[in-house]
């Protein structure tokens, strides 16, 4: 049951703190980069239309949905065929499903040619096509070794086991045939995961559901992503970065309209073992978790786009991830690299000092 949202709220809202040496593009994330209340935002619904919201776990994550509807019904139904395509994804390419269609062809592909859906098709199609923006760190033959990590049961493999599973980590098993619709890998010991990229995809399906309902000012989260469609009637969105080492708090707010944002974080999925944080981004060249960055956040248009650049960045590290950025037109990186600091893209400016002071005044 979707939520309605009564009343005249109001909402703090904190403004980002950078303090930076300002040409460098980096800052300490370490000294704390909220700035505190900087000023407040009233949200007065009118009365004829309201916002609504819900929240359901699927795919092992929070699914938030909110939007703005002037009709109940409308907002409810809306919310569940959201909800209903998310349980749909996570069926089809669930890796801890025996019968999704992932599954399946994780287990035939090696031996024979998988004729699979359409859109699974084209979301390899995808994801090749950010393996090979990245040469290989993002590829969802990382589950070849991945699948031997258990988080939930602080599982690591053995460097002998990471050396014999390695093999099958490479985009290049992966053979696409466009006339069969089919997949195939070029050996034995190859499975595939779309957990960095399949939330986006998730996500920007739901915005899409709710477009063609007609809605036209929404936003629709899975865990790290997250899609925002129109303002926040008059006011921008407010998406907050979370402080890696420091459990909710927010690291940076940032305002957002008609864009997407994910996060990859080393904190998500992760168990801790003398002294050492082993979590769920690995590197495919090393079979082991990337070690560059704490929290990489990626913006851009969509979210299959954005998901899977955050898990590339958080590989590649903040130096090689923040040039593949810059290579990108319309795509920003926020990076919280392994010492705390924080880098960002270009085209994300800290405010100039001035306008922050006078932010600062009631
Ligand atoms: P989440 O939203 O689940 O935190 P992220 O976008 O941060 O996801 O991506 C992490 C997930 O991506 C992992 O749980 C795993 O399923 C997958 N993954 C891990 N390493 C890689 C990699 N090198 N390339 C592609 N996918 C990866
Ligand atoms: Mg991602």
Not at 294 to 312: I, Y
Request: charged share 25%; glycine share 8%.
């Amino acid at each position: 049951m979707p939520r309605r949202q009564e009343g005249c709220g109001r909402i703090k809202v904190m403004q980002i703190q950078r303090s930076c040496r300002k040409k460098s593009n980096r800052c300490s994330a370490t000294f704390t980069l909220i700035f505190g209340l900087v000023f407040t935002l009233a949200v007065c619904p009118r009365a004829d239309a309201k916002w609504f919201d819900a929240e359901q776990a699927i795919m092992g994550t929070a699914i938030r949905v909110e939007l703005w509807s002037d009709n109940p019904q409308h907002a409810e139904e809306a919310i569940e065929a959201v909800m209903h395509e998310m349980r749909r994804i996570d069926d089809q390419y669930s890796p801890y499903r025996p019968d999704s269609e992932l599954s399946r062809v994780n287990q035939l592909a090696a031996k024979e040619k998988v004729p699979i859906s359409r859109e699974f098709f084209a979301l390899i199609q995808r994801a090749l096509k950010f393996s090979r923006l990245s040469d290989g760190a993002f590829d969802v033959t990382f589950a070849s070794v991945g699948y031997l990590y258990d988080y939930r049961k602080k599982r690591a493999p053995s460097q002998k086991q990471i050396d014999s599973a390695l093999p099958g980590v490479n985009y290049r098993n992966i053979k696409l045939a466009t006339t069969s619709q089919s997949i195939r890998f070029t050996q034995p010991g190859v499975r595939i995961d779309l957990g960095g990229i399949a939330k986006g995809y998730a996500v920007d399906r739901g915005i899409m559901i709710l477009q063609d309902l007609g809605i036209t000012h929404a936003l629709v989260t899975a865990g790290g992503d997250t899609r925002i469609m129109g303002d926040r009637r008059g006011r921008p969105w407010l998406t907050g970065i979370r402080d890696p080492r420091q459990g909710k708090e927010t690291a940076v707010l940032l305002p957002l309209t008609d864009s997407a944002i994910s996060t990859s974080g080393d904190y998500e999925r992760y168990f801790i073992r003398d002294g050492v944080r082993f979590h769920h981004i690995l590197s495919p060249d090393t079979g082991k978790p990337a070690r560059g960055s704490r929290s990489v956040s990626v913006l851009g248009p969509d979210a299959t786009t954005t998901d899977a650049l955050s898990t590339t960045v958080f590989v590649l590290g903040p130096k090689k991830g923040l040039a593949l950025i810059e290579r990108l037109p319309g795509i920003e990186a926020i990076i919280i690299d392994a010492k705390g600091l924080l880098h960002y893209s270009k085209g994300l400016q800290p405010p100039e000092p001035a306008a922050m002071d006078r932010a600062e005044k009631p």
